[in-house]
């Protein structure tokens, strides 16, 4: 079993930074890649980025590349993401997940997710 908590979210203005980090717990997740989803009111859930626990594979989604930096910290197990140059159309509930291998959708094979945490951006 594994346990995935996320945190940092909030409401920021356009332009603004946040950072969000996800508490992973239980040793199964080494077997996976980890990443972040989002999902707006109305819109399906959505990939956004993912990384390997060694940090040297990460992919993002077209739309937040060059804004969002995803990022691990093993002696932590902890998979941050830091979000600059917010848009308003970031406004989501962010999810940290643990998927089995990156695919045509983003990151497959999601077996794990955290409850999620809002972030909110302001105009």
């Known amino acids: 079993q594994a346990t995935l908590v996320e945190s940092g979210g909030g409401l920021v203005q356009a332009g603004g930074s946040l950072r969000l980090s996800c508490a992973a717990s239980g040793s199964t997740l080494s077997n996976y890649l980890m990443g972040w989803f989002r999902q707006a009111p109305g819109k399906e859930r959505e990939f956004v980025a993912a990384?390997?626990?060694?940090?040297?594979?990460?992919r993002y989604t077209e739309s937040v590349k060059g804004r969002f930096t995803i990022s691990v910290d093993n002696a932590k197990n902890t998979v941050d993401l830091q979000m600059n140059s917010l848009k308003p159309e970031d406004s989501a509930v962010y999810y940290c997940a643990a998927g089995e291998g990156l695919c045509a959708k983003g990151l497959c094979g999601l077996d794990y997710w955290g409850k999620g945490t809002l972030v909110t951006v302001s105009s």
């Open positions: 990384i390997s626990w060694s940090g040297g594979s990460t």
